[in-house]
């Protein structure tokens, strides 16, 4: 069993908080993402669960075990950098079989000819090279074992990286952004393949990544993190489809969810002149409210574009059209309603709208727009918070 269970872990560096007081449960099995901007704590976190960073308050236990007071060596995890950290003067297999070699490590081994004899003794015993051809096969490295690092691409580098972690039959897998020195392509089918990973060999994952894509494709549950504290836990879909904040609902989706200023009235919600009928599933939510001030989050498809003079429609002028492929990103500025997009670039009072195919529409054109709030959910405009 190797469940992680962290209680009121905390990590100062001086003045500075990078992790605040986090309870959290990561289930045996589970692929964890810790996802989040730059800075918010995300790497910090992994160290503290590697035992490359002490904990300054708090406790880490793995598997029913307490760890936080333990080495890195004696904690059963296996660690997978961005920087693959290969040796670049061994070959494929004396690279994964290096942790296997160095568990029986003795003091004569860094003597020249006597050190690389016992060395190759134990990479070529039976129960050695089996597992390193076994950890190969899985990764489709096996014709690449007498390769050295510098003949191979970045992908399979990093695939001869994560042999390596492989090797040891850890119980805990932890990643800090394996990928990102890859290019977009390789990116997407090493994506895929630790995935599989994850799913042959079990174990516990938890995989640090600031990318929104890897944590909605790889993770089973994502903890999305700011400023050292983790904004919302759950899975990719409680994630895109409740946000538990705006902070949340903004850093998911591309483009990012909308967040139209209102308020309730009765059973309707008005945005700046227009009023809509409120769907049953928000009706609670909209209660909660009272006459405070709501902001109505809504995804980009969720927004329709339609000739101007429509009933319940919201107005706008086209400000900017983008062509992605199968699908075309407008962003209206809005005539009436407000937004509170408050990320540096944001537009007051611009929405993003996705729609298929390639629009016609440009800059100065102007357009109704017709949500579709079956799927929308309703934040407080002054604490950011979903409403229930
Ligand atoms: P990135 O994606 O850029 O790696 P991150 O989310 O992993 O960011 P951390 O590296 O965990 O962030 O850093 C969290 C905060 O703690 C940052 O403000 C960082 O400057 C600070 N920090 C990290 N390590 C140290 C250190 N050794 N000494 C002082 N401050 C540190």
Known sequence: MASITLNHVAKHFGNKVAISDIDMKVEDGEFLVLLGPSGCGKSTLLRMLAGLETATSGEIHVGGRRVDQLPPSARDMAFVFQSYALYPHMTVRRNIAFPLIM?????????????????????????????????????????????????????????????????????????????????????????????????????????????????????????????????????????????????????????????????IEGGMIMLGEVSLPLPHALAAAARGAGRDPVLLGIRPNALTLAAPGGQGQLTGTVSLVEHVGAESVVAVKLSHAATAHDEEGAVPGEIMITTQGYSELKAGDPVSVVPDLSEAVLFSRSTGERLR
Do not use: C
């Open 103 to 263: 568990r029986q490590f003795k003091w004569w081994f860094h003597i020249p000819l006597l050190g690389g004899l016992a060395k190759r003794r134990i990479e070529r015993s039976p129960a050695v090279s089996e597992l390193v051809e076994k950890t190969a096969r899985t990764l489709s490295l096996t014709e690449m074992l007498d390769r050295y690092p510098r003949t191979l691409s970045g992908g399979q580098r990093q695939r001869v990286a994560l042999g390596r972690a492989m090797v040891r039959q850890p119980e805990v897998f932890l990643m800090d952004e394996p990928l990102s020195n890859l290019d977009a392509k390789l990116r997407s089918a090493m994506r895929a393949e630790i995935t599989r990973l994850h799913q042959r060999v079990g174990g516990t994952f938890v995989y640090v990544t600031h990318d929104q894509v890897e944590a909605m494709t790889m993770g089973t549950r994502i903890a999305l993190m700011r400023d050292g504290v983790i904004q919302q836990f759950g899975t990719p879909r409680e994630i895109y489809t409740s946000p538990a904040n705006t902070y949340v609902a903004r850093f998911i989706g591309t483009p990012p969810m909308n967040l139209i200023e209102g308020r």
